[in-house]
Structure formats: C-alpha cells, structure tokens
C-alpha cells in the first residue's frame, strides 16, 4: 500500500539521492528493467530502497519505469523492455496472464504468511493490507462503526474516494461493495454518492485532500495511520473498522518470459521474498509484508485494529465482477 502524502513534505530531496544510486559504472552493467505504479518509484515508495538493496547484491543496474502498469504491459505486448513487473493485484491478474507473457515465479508459497491461502504459481505477492475509511479523530469524534452506518450517516459528512477506471484502490471499493451489497450494490452507491465530495484519479489526490483537511475520511487501507504515528508521531489518524469485513488486496510482482535477463529476473523473484525485501516493507511501503517474522513489523503496527473478517475474490472471480460492478458505480456517479 502507500505512504500518505504528507511525507513528500518530510522527505523532500531523497530523489535527488536516489537518482544518483550507482553512478557512472552502472554504465557497463547488465539492465533490469522493471514496470511499476508512480508511488512506487516516488521518493516516498519503497522504489529507492529496493534498487539500493538489489544492485547490491545482483551486479547489476536496476531501472524502474513508472506508470500504467497494466496498460502499458498489454499495449507493448512481447515486444515490452520489461524484465519484472511489480504492483499488480489480485483484481487485474486475469487481464494481465491473458496476455501469455509471464513466466513461472519457481517461488515457495509455503513461507508466506497471509491472511488467505496463496496458491499463484506465476504471481507472487510482496505486501499486502485491506481496504478501509481512515479518518481524523478530532475531528470525527462519532465515526461509522459499519458499512451500513456510513451509508445512513448525514449527507455532509465528506469522503474522497479513487475512481476504479484509474486505481486499483478504487476498483477495490467496487469489489469491496459489491461483496457486502450483492444485488443492492446500487443503491448502496445511491446512499454513498452524496457525501463523495471528489472523486480522484489516484490515491495520492484523495489523500493529500485527507491530510489537508479538506475532507472528513478517504478511502485508504487499515494500515496507513501506521506513517501517522511512526513518521509524525501523531496517533489521530484511524482507520474505521467495519463487521461486514474490509476487503483484502495484496500488491504482486512477476517476470516476463520475454526478459533478456532471464536469470536477473528469477533474482529478483527470489529477493522479494528474501528477509531484506520482506523486512523494509512494513515502513518502506506501510503495508504487512507478505512474510512476517520477528522483527519485520514495528511495535507500533501492534496497534493497528485488524478487521475480523477478511473479504477476497480469486482473480477469475475478481474479473467476472469487475465490469458489472463498474456499470453500477458510473450508473450512481455519472
């Protein structure tokens, strides 16, 4: 998942320090070019340090290329320069192995340490959390304590949410509404629509309106007040917890059979779930790694309340839903 926004404002000029990783002699190196989302890559991602961690160990130069990840990657076909793909989930698996091009992950599930059963032998998770309302606690003093409480909360309660065309938080929503809804999933977005003051292309917009004030919860993940408290020292920001269940999303990598550096990438594949990888995600990405041992999450995330229910659709699942639940959603916010 990601850093809330507030840290550009505290991390301000570590791209500079990044962009500079390996100086010239990457020049003669071998080159692993891996797609990624635009948080990642940000100075505020967990990019800088996972290109700092790898190049040490691969003798090799790690280049990120950031954008759609899945647009792109369908659009370039085997014809991609891509080696490594990263930040794809569950909800876009099935377009993205439509497309032929990736190779088996030869990773061991067994160590992952999930809220649900891994079973992918070409996608292999690196982090992951739920989806959720976070909110300021001085200034919501009464939050929803339920879905259903957010729907019949007044009107002038105001949420920013991502669009689902656009973000995977935001096609989660509809995946995460639907679950709970079924059917009444439009007149769920009926009761929803008129406390969305905007929505965003992103989530980096809809958080930074969060963090300044200009909206009362957004749509986020359980564990991003863990930056709040960690970073900033500020214990006010919550994410609401609901008993209809928060749905579950883990962000996944996988290699192209089309890599010129087939032995690079299968490294790579292997470092994700290496115990350097697993043990910088909890504050590099502000998310649960996908392997959890002693020491790899901060006394703090002990804090974080955990939804007793977690809700997830296989991506077969996840793809059958996802143009019934788009129609919906456009049909509520057009």
């Known amino acids: 998942m990601k850093r809330p926004l507030t840290a550009l404002r505290l991390v301000a000029g570590t791209a500079l320090l990044a962009a500079t990783t390996g100086g010239a002699q990457a020049e003669d190196l071998p080159v692993l070019t891996v797609y990624a989302p635009d948080y990642f890559t940000s100075e505020w991602g967990p990019g800088p340090q996972i290109e700092k961690g790898f190049e040490a160990r691969c003798g090799c130069d790690l280049q990120f290329v950031a954008g759609d990840v899945l647009s792109r990657l369908m659009l370039e076909g085997d014809k991609t320069k891509a080696d490594i793909v990263i930040g794809l989930n ?6 993205a192995r439509k497309t032929g091009l990736f190779a088996p992950s030869h990773e061991d599930n067994s160590r992952l340490t999930l809220p649900i059963k891994w079973t992918d032998d070409t996608f292999i998770p690196f982090n992951w959390g739920e989806t959720a309302f976070v ?3 001085t200034k919501l003093k009464n939050p929803p304590k339920s879905f259903e409480e957010l729907l019949d909360a007044p009107d002038d309660l105001k949420i920013a949410i991502q669009d689902p065309r656009s973000s995977v938080s935001g096609l989660a929503l509809l995946l995460w509404v639907k679950a709970v809804y079924g059917d009444r999933a439009p007149e769920a977005w009926a009761k929803l629509k008129p406390k969305v003051l905007t929505v965003t292309p992103g989530w980096s917009e809809s958080y930074g309106l969060f963090t300044d004030g200009e909206v009362d919860m957004v749509l986020s993940y359980t564990t991003s007040p863990a930056y709040h408290i960690i970073a900033e020292h500020d214990d006010t920001k919550a994410a609401a917890i609901f008993p209809e269940g928060h749905y ?4 996944l990598v996988g290699q192209l059979k089309t890599s010129k550096h087939p032995e690079l990438a299968q490294d790579f594949m292997d470092y994700v779930l290496s115990d350097d990888f697993q043990g910088m995600i909890a504050t590099a990405n502000w998310s649960y790694p996908a392997i959890i041992k002693e020491g790899f999450l901060p006394p703090e995330f002990a804090s974080l309340p955990r939804p007793n ?13 996802r143009q019934p639940a ?9």
């Open 309 to 321: 229910k977690t809700i997830f659709y296989s991506e077969d699942e996840a793809e059958a839903l």
């Open 135 to 137: 909110y300021d606690k």
């Open 90 to 95: 569950t909800d876009q698996t099935a377009r």
């Open 326 to 334: 788009l129609d919906e959603w456009l049909a509520a916010f057009r």
């Open 248 to 251: 579950f999303m883990a962000e």
